[in-house]
């Protein structure tokens, strides 16, 4: 017995100096994350693409939460009270602007820290003397067409002020802020020669868009496209008969081989306008709405931009191949944690 107690006893002292050191590592460890994660700037942003951009600069060393979830319509997006919450506790709030959010804003408006900082990236990348007015946005309602991002060089005007805000708000990681910059501008670069490339391959006469939701503009005016009609309203409803019976006439009188609706909106309207002009349906353009699902290697901007041309192109007569090539993957390794919601 005498020889065995002291064995407990040891036995007993080993256990209780290994509970007691796991206990220690694991609160060592859990307090080091929650350090990390109190230390993280705290980025809200609205619609998946700009998400997307603010990931590929800040990469896992923020915290970045969407608001807007993917296949909702973003122009009338109502945010829940909930968002009140993420809203307060933000550090950077990052939206497209131009009349874009609204609410989303005035959410933000009311219930931001006293310092928070609200980025709004269209409104900071042109200027009004470049506002496109058009089918959906008439110069007469004062509210521009507010898709900037489908022309990647804007997309990457977007990059440039995101960088700008949080190396000015983070300077210990501005140069890595910095080099996910450089990076991501050599892809849109690639992505920019690549839609010159593609585009060039469309005869000249079919270089037009027709479609349902209008978020060309930018793109068209950099690429020397022209969008002839978008067929939603500017309040979102259903066009009328009238203007259904010219957008057929201008697509037969025009000879166009294709016209398209957009995933977010259905467009029953559009796929009969194609059906009387003898035109194909292409259904599938999106300016919100990442490809796959998050995690997946192509949700990203850059897949969004990919996604489209390679719908857009072949069907006006043209030839895509030169974009299926190009890396649209994150600039950084791994997961970041951005929350993307569905
Ligand atoms: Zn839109």
């Known amino acids: 017995m005498a020889r065995i107690i002291p064995g407990i006893r040891l036995w007993a002292v080993l256990v209780v100096a290994l509970v007691i050191g796991a206990c220690g590592g694991d609160s060592e460890n859990t307090s080091e994350n929650a350090d990390q994660e109190n230390t993280r700037l705290k980025v809200v942003t609205t619609v998946s693409p700009i998400t997307s951009i603010v990931e590929n600069i800040g990469g896992p060393r923020i915290s970045l939460e969407g608001v807007v979830p993917e296949g909702v319509n973003s122009h009338t997006f109502e945010p829940t009270p909930s968002m009140a919450k993420l809203m307060a506790g933000a550090d950077l709030i990052i939206i497209n602007g131009l009349f874009l959010e609204e609410p989303t804003l005035a959410l933000a408006e009311s219930n931001k820290k006293d310092d928070a900082v609200i980025l709004a990236l269209g409104d900071r990348s042109v200027t009004p003397d470049e506002w496109q007015f058009d089918f959906t946005f008439p110069e007469s309602a004062g509210h521009p067409n507010p898709h900037l991002w489908p022309d990647p060089n804007l ?61 060309w503009a930018y793109f068209a005016k950099q690429y020397g ?23 057929i006439d201008q697509v037969k009188e025009l000879g166009l081989p294709a016209v398209f609706g957009s995933e977010v909106f259905s467009s029953d309207v559009l796929e009969a306008i194609a059906s009387e002009a003898d035109a194909q349906f292409i259904d599938d353009l999106a300016d919100d709405d990442l490809p796959g699902k998050p995690g997946d290697p192509g949700h990203t901007y850059l ?23 190009l890396d649209i993957r994150n600039v950084f390794d791994g997961a970041s944690g951005a929350v993307y919601p569905q």
């Open 225 to 247: 496209m022209e969008v002839i009609g978008a067929v939603q309203p500017s309040n979102f409803s259903q066009p009328s008969v009238r203007e259904v019976a010219e957008l």
């Open 303 to 325: 897949g969004l931009m990919k996604q489209n041309l390679t719908a857009m192109i072949p069907a006006l007569g043209g030839d895509a191949s030169v974009v299926a090539g």
């Open 155 to 215: 997309g990457l005007r977007y990059a440039e002020l995101v960088q700008d805000r949080l190396a000015a708000l983070d300077p210990d990681n501005a140069a890595y802020y910095a080099g996910n910059l450089e990076i991501f501008r050599g892809k849109v670069e690639k992505m920019d020669q690549a839609i010159r490339a593609a585009v060039a391959t469309v005869p000249e006469g079919n270089r037009k868009l027709l479609t349902y939701h209008d978020s």
